[in-house]
């Protein structure tokens, strides 16, 4: 019998050719995905693009790195008011109390988010996010602090 001849590329060569295309589509996606969901600047709103008025003019509004004085848009002031207010009216309020040291850790404020966390653990010891918000705000806390 006789055996058939191998069919396409040998690995040697396809290997390499489908890691450079799918590297591509990775890229690209990510751009898109990036241009179309507008992930680019802060917790406090979307950085404005240089040169560009509607984009300074949107930063003015929202707020954002390059325009901290002017604090955090009026929709996350809002929330943080809510979830304080929240937090008042029901002081075991374990998922608001997280929610607001996520906003803390969110604004790289680990030392405002460390107590909320750790006051979230003492309501509900079996909360995983506040757990882990608390790691995580502690490591960040350690990195910024040390030399």
Same mark, same amino acid.
């Given at each position: &019998?006789?055996? $058939? ?10 290997? #390499?050719?489908? *890691? @450079? =295309?799918?590297? !591509? ?31 300074? &003019?949107?930063? $003015? ?10 604090? #955090?848009?009026? *929709? @996350? =002031?809002?929330? !943080? ?49 506040? *757990? ?16």
């Amino acid at each position: &019998m006789l055996s $058939q001849p191998p069919r396409g590329l040998p690995p040697r060569i396809a290997i #390499p050719i489908y *890691a @450079v =295309v799918a590297i !591509l589509f990775l890229a690209i996606m990510a751009y898109l995905l990036a241009e179309g969901f507008g992930v680019t600047g802060s917790v406090f709103g979307k950085a404005a693009k240089p040169g560009d008025a509607a984009g300074r &003019m949107q930063a $003015q509004q929202q707020g954002s790195q390059a325009n901290v004085e002017g604090g #955090p848009p009026a *929709a @996350v =002031v809002e929330q !943080l008011r809510s979830l304080r207010e929240r937090i008042a009216a029901h002081p075991s309020d374990d998922v608001a109390i997280t929610q607001l040291g996520d906003m803390y850790l969110a604004a790289n404020r680990f030392a405002d988010a460390i107590p909320l966390y750790r006051r979230a653990l003492r309501v509900n010891p079996h909360n995983v996010a506040a *757990a882990a918000g608390l790691s995580e705000a502690r490591d960040a806390l350690r990195q910024t602090t040390s030399p």
